[in-house]
Nanobody
């Protein structure tokens, strides 16, 4: 059974940092692009960042460029999202997702495998 597990969320003050990590159980990110999505209450799920396999290409939502960095460790089989200079508008549930292709996708339906999500709250 495919499992994607997110960790590293929590509560942080404006301007602070968090690092989200995504790992797998009984599966592998090998040959797959991975994305981090987020969804705030009453909002649609949106792609924050994505990384191709093996990691040469990345995508970032405009509002996080320069603040967030996505990376992958293909030996440890993990994908991280380093989030710096966090703002209250970054508050959401963050989801790790993987697709069956090595290239980045920008829409949620392009990703077949999802984690359960982890809460990130940025206080003002």
């Amino acid at each position: 059974q495919v499992q994607l597990v997110e960790s590293g969320g929590g509560l942080v003050q404006t301007g602070g940092s968090l690092k989200l990590s995504c790992t797998t159980s009984g599966w592998t990110f090998s040959s797959r692009a991975v994305g981090w999505f987020r969804q705030a209450p009453g909002e649609e799920r949106e792609l924050v960042a994505a990384i191709s396999w093996p990691g040469r290409k990345t995508y970032y939502k405009d509002s996080v460029k320069g603040r967030f960095t996505i990376s992958r460790d293909n030996v440890k089989d993990t994908v991280d999202l380093q989030m710096n200079r966090l703002e209250p508008k970054d508050t959401a549930t963050y989801y790790c997702a993987a697709r069956s292709y090595s290239t980045v996708g920008t829409e949620a339906p392009e990703y077949s495998y999802w984690g359960q999500g982890i809460q990130v709250t940025v206080s003002s």
